[in-house]
């Protein structure tokens, strides 16, 4: 007898990974491909993930669009990396019940399921380099009921329809499917099968290659991607659906791109929003022509409509809750910018969000109007300047915190603010859609940092950037700019004042455009650098100064005021004064020493200076308010008058 059970889980072990090769048609790819992943990690929960890469998502499950209940199961194809390796560690949630293991195809009965981790000890250490599988049966009810809730169900109440949809980002894969949640470790490819009742669809990542019959009043959906995706790519959407479909064409002449819309069988909820949804069409053929062809051109493109609140662009088929232009432009951004190319760490969101959100104001530029992009540019810094003490790049101790890592003002409208500054420092609309292009080309189907990007920018434009990164990405806040400027006969100067939002970054360099208008009705576009906190910058006009507009075109992220100081009475000239905590002075008489003496009303010397300079600001935040006698004494020729400090 016992030789016959011998002979029986011999032939079991023979078999089984027979049965799962056949079943699968994606075999373990002989070498690995070539990806130029990161070491980077700024999240894991437990060291022991990083000893393989997974090369296949293998999802089957079956959902309903009234609940988050889940059954089914996920299997894992990946290669080792370390040698010697006797455990092997997924992530599931363990408000699912586990009801069998497969490793290698052979049953595993002693894995354990704990603290959202699966343990699995081989029967026989692996050795790097090493392919294997696992298999892992599970149920229950996934989610937790949050925004970032891995799975959720909802009431659409305007139509009435029940929805079932994931979102897996941040860290929420696991409460919908086993995974490995580590940015740098993309799946060559994934098979996504989702059997739902016969009254609903069921959209999801790739194309859908079948829709099986099954008993019950069942059927299952089976979407395959062969693109390289990340975990939190991989996405389900359930509901009663209807299939419309669309087709783009980017490039002279160049191949159809299918985009399917997943959205309610409801009447008029296409007739109503056919309009929006065709504006896919020109985005996917304006991006491909402005970065690279659209990634994922050989399986498709599309949406899922779910009342999630927002859009999660899940890789080749977005899930949304409106077709609003600038949700969908920025979604589908991210086909780019988050999936083709994703963030290395999420202390670099701004590779994902930052990116798609200046999208949004390129789909706008180049697709509406310059009005409406100019009007998108003013609200995005006035939403960054909420945050005057923040930075774009996520600091490692709030890497963990969701609502840090998505912030509104700071990923998203200030990580676009400055990458149109970079634009506006490149000064050539050529070099930077290039930037954009080699960045997808050398990180595409990878993920890239913060600073990859700036090493892209560098080389392509051939300057140096770390002073920008320094200030702008890593440092905080902004920069408060005081204008003052006057026109002393046919010279016009501008005194720049410049402070940060933030103590941490006190002074941000930059160039900065002034408008000048004059009385004839005519005007003129000159560009300075402000190199230190306080600069002055001189120009000759023949014609009378009527106006002097910093930043017209709206570049820079900033705060300004501007003050026209009187033109030069006797031998000089101070302003503004009112003041608040410094004073600039031009004196008409050059290389002449001139004594500065400012006294309070009752003559008392409240400060000396001595300069020959012709033009010079003075520090007088040491003042109180109040009024003082403001002196030049010149060749023994002296000069008094007034000025207020508020």
Sequence with gaps: MKIFQLLIIALFLFICPLLFAQEIENKFCLEPKSFNLKNSVTYITDPRLLNYDVTFYYIDITVNDTSTCITGFTEIQARTKADDLDEIVFELSSDFTIDSVFFNGIPDTLYVHSADLILIQPYSSLLRGDLFSCRIYYGGQGGND???????NRTDYLVNRNVTYTLSEPFHAKDWFACKQVLN???DSAYIYITVDTSLMAGSNGILTNISTLQDGMHRF????????????LSLSVADYQ????YAYPGQGGDSILIQNYIYDVPEFLSENREDIDKTREMIELYSDLF???????EKYGHCYAPMGGGMEHQTMTTLSSFNFYLVAHELAHQWFGDHVTCATWQDIWINEGFASYVEYLAAEFLLSKEDAQIWMVNAHDRARTQPEGSIYIPAEDAEDEMRIFSGALSYKKGASILHMIR???DNDSVFFQTLRNFMKTYKDSVATGMDFKEVLEETSGKEFDWFFDQWYFGKGYPNFTINWWQNQDTLIIASSQSGSSEVTPFFRTHIDFLVQFI???????????????????????????EVIPDPDNWLLDVTSIIKTPQMEGSFSVGPNPFTNKLWIEFKNQNVKKDIIISDLNGKVIARYETRNDIIYLPLDHLVRGVYLFTVIEDGDSLTKKIVKE
Excluded at 222 to 233: C, N, Q, S, V
Excluded at 521 to 545: A, C, H, M, W
């Design 146 to 152: 949050s925004f970032f809730s891995g799975i959720s």
């Design 424 to 426: 506006y420092e490149l």
């Design 243 to 246: 299939d419309y479909s669309i």
């Design 520 to 546: 004839d009705g005519t005007d003129t576009l000159i560009r300075v650098e402000q190199l230190s906190n306080d600069q002055y910058f001189k120009f000759q006009f023949p014609s009378y100064v009527l």
């Design 292 to 298: 690279t062809i659209y990634p994922f051109h050989q």
């Design 185 to 187: 470790d993309k799946a």
């Design 222 to 233: 089976e979407w395959k991607t062969h693109y390289p995706i990340a975990f939190y790519l």
